[in-house]
Protein backbone atom coordinates (compact mmCIF):
# COMPACT_ATOMS: atom_id res chain seq x y z
CA UNK A 1 0.00 0.00 0.00
CA UNK A 2 1.45 3.19 -0.82
CA UNK A 3 0.01 5.97 1.25
CA UNK A 4 0.83 10.12 1.38
CA UNK A 5 0.59 11.46 4.41
CA UNK A 6 -0.41 15.73 4.67
CA UNK A 7 2.01 17.12 7.11
CA UNK A 8 4.52 15.09 9.98
CA UNK A 9 3.28 17.21 12.36
CA UNK A 10 1.38 15.88 15.75
CA UNK A 11 -1.43 13.62 13.88
CA UNK A 12 0.50 13.27 10.64
CA UNK A 13 3.57 12.23 11.86
CA UNK A 14 2.29 9.66 14.32
CA UNK A 15 0.51 7.84 12.41
CA UNK A 16 2.57 8.04 9.11
CA UNK A 17 5.82 7.23 11.06
CA UNK A 18 4.51 3.99 12.45
CA UNK A 19 3.75 2.99 9.14
CA UNK A 20 7.01 3.69 8.15
CA UNK A 21 8.42 1.75 11.38
CA UNK A 22 6.52 -0.95 10.67
CA UNK A 23 7.57 -1.47 7.14
CA UNK A 24 3.99 -2.22 6.68
CA UNK A 25 3.23 0.31 3.56
CA UNK A 26 5.24 2.27 1.50
CA UNK A 27 4.87 6.43 2.96
CA UNK A 28 5.78 9.99 1.89
CA UNK A 29 4.40 12.80 4.06
CA UNK A 30 3.65 15.92 1.73
CA UNK A 31 4.90 19.06 3.77
CA UNK A 32 6.68 22.37 3.41
CA UNK A 33 9.44 22.82 1.75
CA UNK A 34 11.43 23.51 5.39
CA UNK A 35 9.80 20.85 7.12
CA UNK A 36 10.85 18.62 4.63
CA UNK A 37 14.59 19.89 4.76
CA UNK A 38 14.58 19.28 8.19
CA UNK A 39 13.17 15.61 7.81
CA UNK A 40 16.07 14.79 5.18
CA UNK A 41 18.37 16.27 7.54
CA UNK A 42 17.55 14.70 10.93
CA UNK A 43 14.84 11.89 9.78
CA UNK A 44 11.07 11.81 12.21
CA UNK A 45 11.19 11.56 15.76
CA UNK A 46 8.26 10.65 17.78
CA UNK A 47 8.68 10.37 21.86
CA UNK A 48 5.59 8.15 23.08
CA UNK A 49 4.84 5.55 25.95
CA UNK A 50 4.81 3.18 23.64
CA UNK A 51 8.44 3.53 22.78
CA UNK A 52 10.67 6.10 20.86
CA UNK A 53 11.75 6.06 17.13
CA UNK A 54 13.62 7.83 14.83
CA UNK A 55 13.85 6.77 11.09
CA UNK A 56 14.80 8.39 7.83
CA UNK A 57 11.32 9.16 5.88
CA UNK A 58 10.40 10.10 2.08
CA UNK A 59 9.29 14.03 2.24
CA UNK A 60 7.59 15.70 -1.02
CA UNK A 61 6.40 19.15 -1.75
CA UNK A 62 3.54 20.29 -3.06
CA UNK A 63 5.45 20.78 -6.42
CA UNK A 64 6.14 17.39 -6.41
CA UNK A 65 3.14 15.74 -5.79
CA UNK A 66 2.23 13.24 -8.78
CA UNK A 67 -0.43 10.25 -8.75
CA UNK A 68 -0.41 7.02 -7.40
CA UNK A 69 -1.19 6.72 -4.14
CA UNK A 70 -3.57 4.37 -2.69
CA UNK A 71 -4.72 6.41 0.65
CA UNK A 72 -3.68 10.64 1.46
CA UNK A 73 -3.99 10.80 4.82
CA UNK A 74 -5.39 14.67 5.47
CA UNK A 75 -4.64 15.43 8.99
CA UNK A 76 -4.40 19.42 8.48
CA UNK A 77 -6.63 21.45 10.86
CA UNK A 78 -10.05 22.66 9.17
CA UNK A 79 -8.69 26.23 8.74
CA UNK A 80 -6.09 24.95 6.41
CA UNK A 81 -8.53 22.42 4.25
CA UNK A 82 -8.38 25.11 1.00
CA UNK A 83 -5.21 24.55 0.94
CA UNK A 84 -4.56 21.10 1.84
CA UNK A 85 -7.08 20.43 -1.26
CA UNK A 86 -5.30 22.05 -3.69
CA UNK A 87 -2.02 20.64 -2.16
CA UNK A 88 -3.10 16.95 -3.11
CA UNK A 89 -4.79 17.18 -6.10
CA UNK A 90 -1.99 16.74 -7.95
CA UNK A 91 -2.11 13.49 -5.64
CA UNK A 92 -4.93 12.05 -6.48
CA UNK A 93 -5.96 9.85 -9.43
CA UNK A 94 -8.71 6.91 -9.55
CA UNK A 95 -6.96 4.68 -7.05
CA UNK A 96 -7.03 6.94 -4.56
CA UNK A 97 -9.05 6.69 -0.93
CA UNK A 98 -8.37 10.30 0.61
CA UNK A 99 -9.12 9.20 4.75
CA UNK A 100 -9.43 12.54 6.78
CA UNK A 101 -8.92 12.72 10.32
CA UNK A 102 -10.28 16.93 10.77
CA UNK A 103 -11.92 17.06 13.95
CA UNK A 104 -15.78 17.95 13.23
CA UNK A 105 -17.89 16.92 9.74
CA UNK A 106 -18.15 20.20 7.89
CA UNK A 107 -14.94 19.13 5.70
CA UNK A 108 -16.77 16.17 4.42
CA UNK A 109 -18.96 18.63 1.87
CA UNK A 110 -15.52 20.74 0.86
CA UNK A 111 -13.90 17.14 -0.08
CA UNK A 112 -16.94 15.78 -1.89
CA UNK A 113 -16.44 18.54 -3.97
CA UNK A 114 -13.28 18.40 -4.72
CA UNK A 115 -13.09 15.45 -5.32
CA UNK A 116 -16.66 13.08 -5.39
CA UNK A 117 -17.94 10.80 -2.18
CA UNK A 118 -16.30 8.23 -3.66
CA UNK A 119 -12.96 8.97 -2.47
CA UNK A 120 -13.75 9.83 0.29
CA UNK A 121 -13.76 8.27 3.62
CA UNK A 122 -15.42 8.87 7.11
CA UNK A 123 -12.30 9.46 9.67
CA UNK A 124 -11.21 10.27 13.25
CA UNK A 125 -8.15 9.96 15.44
CA UNK A 126 -8.28 9.77 18.87
CA UNK A 127 -4.58 11.06 20.34
CA UNK A 128 -3.19 13.48 22.56
CA UNK A 129 0.32 14.67 20.47
CA UNK A 130 2.48 17.68 19.41
CA UNK A 131 4.90 18.82 17.48
CA UNK A 132 8.01 19.90 19.68
CA UNK A 133 10.34 23.45 18.75
CA UNK A 134 12.81 20.63 17.48
CA UNK A 135 10.31 18.46 15.00
CA UNK A 136 10.03 15.75 17.81
CA UNK A 137 6.20 14.30 17.58
CA UNK A 138 5.42 13.82 21.20
CA UNK A 139 2.69 11.56 22.36
CA UNK A 140 1.21 12.79 26.09
CA UNK A 141 -0.82 9.66 27.03
CA UNK A 142 -2.16 6.38 26.09
CA UNK A 143 -4.65 7.61 23.45
CA UNK A 144 -3.46 6.00 20.03
CA UNK A 145 -7.16 5.17 17.88
CA UNK A 146 -7.79 5.73 14.30
CA UNK A 147 -10.87 4.77 13.11
CA UNK A 148 -12.29 5.06 9.55
CA UNK A 149 -14.78 3.39 7.12
CA UNK A 150 -17.32 3.70 3.83
CA UNK A 151 -19.27 6.76 4.74
CA UNK A 152 -22.47 4.05 3.57
CA UNK A 153 -21.53 1.62 6.00
CA UNK A 154 -19.93 -0.79 3.67
CA UNK A 155 -16.75 -2.95 4.66
CA UNK A 156 -14.72 -2.50 1.95
CA UNK A 157 -11.51 -4.37 0.39
CA UNK A 158 -9.63 -0.69 0.60
CA UNK A 159 -10.64 -0.18 4.34
CA UNK A 160 -9.75 -3.55 5.46
CA UNK A 161 -6.63 -3.06 3.54
CA UNK A 162 -5.87 0.17 5.36
CA UNK A 163 -6.33 -1.66 8.42
CA UNK A 164 -4.16 -4.44 7.59
CA UNK A 165 -1.76 -1.77 6.78
CA UNK A 166 -1.86 -0.46 10.12
CA UNK A 167 -1.90 -4.18 12.13
CA UNK A 168 1.43 -4.34 13.09
CA UNK A 169 2.30 -0.94 13.80
CA UNK A 170 3.34 0.10 17.54
CA UNK A 171 1.20 2.29 19.78
CA UNK A 172 -1.65 2.06 16.89
CA UNK A 173 -5.29 1.05 17.25
CA UNK A 174 -6.63 1.38 13.80
CA UNK A 175 -10.51 0.27 13.48
CA UNK A 176 -12.43 -0.11 9.72
CA UNK A 177 -16.00 0.33 11.26
CA UNK A 178 -19.03 0.09 9.33
CA UNK A 179 -20.88 2.78 11.57
CA UNK A 180 -18.08 5.50 11.02
CA UNK A 181 -20.41 8.58 10.76
CA UNK A 182 -21.93 7.56 14.07
CA UNK A 183 -18.46 7.59 15.46
CA UNK A 184 -18.23 11.11 13.73
CA UNK A 185 -21.30 12.78 15.61
CA UNK A 186 -20.34 10.79 18.73
CA UNK A 187 -16.87 12.58 18.35
CA UNK A 188 -18.09 16.09 17.30
CA UNK A 189 -21.07 15.68 20.00
CA UNK A 190 -18.56 15.25 22.86
CA UNK A 191 -16.04 17.68 21.25
CA UNK A 192 -18.30 20.37 21.02
CA UNK A 193 -19.36 19.77 24.55
CA UNK A 194 -16.23 20.43 25.94
CA UNK A 195 -15.03 22.62 23.56
CA UNK A 196 -18.24 25.38 24.78
CA UNK A 197 -17.24 24.59 28.34
CA UNK A 198 -13.25 25.05 27.72
CA UNK A 199 -13.71 28.22 25.64
CA UNK A 200 -16.38 29.90 27.62
CA UNK A 201 -14.70 29.24 31.13
CA UNK A 202 -11.09 28.90 29.47
CA UNK A 203 -10.21 26.10 31.74
CA UNK A 204 -9.86 22.15 31.52
CA UNK A 205 -13.09 19.95 32.49
CA UNK A 206 -11.82 19.21 36.35
CA UNK A 207 -11.36 22.70 36.65
CA UNK A 208 -15.30 23.67 35.30
CA UNK A 209 -16.30 20.72 37.04
CA UNK A 210 -14.78 21.70 40.63
CA UNK A 211 -16.49 25.33 40.34
CA UNK A 212 -19.38 23.98 40.10
CA UNK A 213 -19.96 23.42 36.31
CA UNK A 214 -21.05 19.67 36.03
CA UNK A 215 -24.88 20.78 35.51
CA UNK A 216 -23.57 23.32 33.06
CA UNK A 217 -21.64 20.21 30.97
CA UNK A 218 -24.64 18.21 30.78
CA UNK A 219 -26.79 20.60 29.94
CA UNK A 220 -24.77 21.16 26.94
CA UNK A 221 -23.95 17.28 26.18
CA UNK A 222 -27.55 16.82 26.05
CA UNK A 223 -28.29 19.48 23.36
CA UNK A 224 -25.49 18.67 21.14
CA UNK A 225 -27.06 15.09 21.61
CA UNK A 226 -30.50 15.91 20.45
CA UNK A 227 -28.48 17.89 17.04
CA UNK A 228 -27.09 14.90 16.46
CA UNK A 229 -30.60 12.95 16.98
CA UNK A 230 -32.27 15.54 14.62
CA UNK A 231 -29.47 14.59 12.01
CA UNK A 232 -30.34 11.03 12.44
CA UNK A 233 -27.63 9.87 14.52
CA UNK A 234 -29.32 9.46 17.86
CA UNK A 235 -26.82 9.34 20.35
CA UNK A 236 -26.30 5.91 22.49
CA UNK A 237 -26.96 5.68 26.23
CA UNK A 238 -23.65 4.13 27.04
CA UNK A 239 -22.12 6.72 25.46
CA UNK A 240 -24.11 9.61 26.86
CA UNK A 241 -22.66 7.98 30.46
CA UNK A 242 -19.69 7.71 29.37
CA UNK A 243 -19.07 11.27 29.02
CA UNK A 244 -21.21 12.36 31.79
CA UNK A 245 -18.78 11.21 33.76
CA UNK A 246 -15.95 12.50 32.08
CA UNK A 247 -17.94 15.66 32.82
CA UNK A 248 -18.32 15.25 36.48
CA UNK A 249 -14.64 13.86 37.26
CA UNK A 250 -13.38 16.77 39.27
CA UNK A 251 -10.28 15.57 38.98
CA UNK A 252 -10.02 15.48 34.86
CA UNK A 253 -7.13 17.28 32.98
CA UNK A 254 -9.16 16.87 30.28
CA UNK A 255 -8.79 19.78 28.08
CA UNK A 256 -9.49 20.46 24.23
CA UNK A 257 -6.93 21.71 21.30
CA UNK A 258 -9.07 24.77 20.97
CA UNK A 259 -8.74 26.11 24.44
CA UNK A 260 -4.73 25.24 23.59
CA UNK A 261 -5.08 27.22 20.85
CA UNK A 262 -6.49 30.25 22.45
CA UNK A 263 -3.91 30.53 25.39
CA UNK A 264 -1.15 30.06 23.18
CA UNK A 265 -2.52 33.41 20.85
CA UNK A 266 -3.26 30.68 17.63
CA UNK A 267 -5.89 30.13 15.01
CA UNK A 268 -8.59 28.18 15.99
CA UNK A 269 -11.31 25.70 14.51
CA UNK A 270 -14.06 27.65 16.21
CA UNK A 271 -16.14 27.63 12.67
CA UNK A 272 -15.57 24.58 11.76
CA UNK A 273 -16.70 22.86 15.70
CA UNK A 274 -18.92 25.66 16.83
CA UNK A 275 -20.16 27.44 13.74
CA UNK A 276 -21.76 23.44 12.72
CA UNK A 277 -23.19 23.12 16.15
CA UNK A 278 -24.65 26.74 16.01
CA UNK A 279 -26.46 25.98 12.60
CA UNK A 280 -27.24 22.28 13.48
CA UNK A 281 -28.76 24.16 16.80
CA UNK A 282 -31.09 26.07 14.93
CA UNK A 283 -32.37 23.96 12.12
CA UNK A 284 -33.37 21.69 15.22
CA UNK A 285 -34.84 23.98 16.59
CA UNK A 286 -32.61 23.02 19.48
CA UNK A 287 -31.98 26.06 22.27
CA UNK A 288 -28.80 28.23 20.68
CA UNK A 289 -28.14 30.70 22.64
CA UNK A 290 -24.82 28.80 24.69
CA UNK A 291 -23.57 27.78 20.98
CA UNK A 292 -23.80 31.25 20.01
CA UNK A 293 -22.51 33.05 22.63
CA UNK A 294 -19.68 30.21 22.48
CA UNK A 295 -18.85 31.04 19.01
CA UNK A 296 -18.99 34.99 19.05
CA UNK A 297 -16.70 34.09 22.07
CA UNK A 298 -14.24 33.07 19.56
CA UNK A 299 -14.69 35.27 16.70
CA UNK A 300 -13.92 38.30 19.10
CA UNK A 301 -10.11 36.59 19.83
CA UNK A 302 -9.86 36.40 15.99
CA UNK A 303 -10.95 40.04 15.87
CA UNK A 304 -8.20 40.73 18.65
CA UNK A 305 -5.80 38.31 17.64
CA UNK A 306 -6.20 40.02 13.96
CA UNK A 307 -5.26 43.78 15.25
CA UNK A 308 -2.64 42.11 17.07
CA UNK A 309 -3.95 43.15 20.41
CA UNK A 310 -3.99 39.92 22.55
CA UNK A 311 -2.61 39.64 25.88
CA UNK A 312 1.27 38.85 25.88
CA UNK A 313 2.60 36.64 29.06
Not at 43 to 64: Q, Y
Not at 202 to 209: D, K, P, S
Not at 252 to 262: E, F, G, I
Amino acid sequence: MRVLVLGAGALGGYFGGRLVEAGSAEVAFLVRPARRDALARDGLAINSPFGAWRGAVSAITAEEARPGWDVILLSCKAYDLEAAIAAIRPAVDARTAILPVLNGLSHLAALDAAFGPARVLGGLAKIQAALAPDGTVRQFNDWRWITFGERDGAMSDRVRAIEAAFAPTKGVVATAVPDVMMRMWEKIVHLGTAAIGTVLMRANVGEIARAGGTPFLHRMLDRNAAIAAAAGYPMREAFLSEFRTVFADTAAAYSTSMLRDLEAGGRTEAEHILGFLLDRARAAGVPEEIHEATLLHARAYDQRRAAGRLPRA
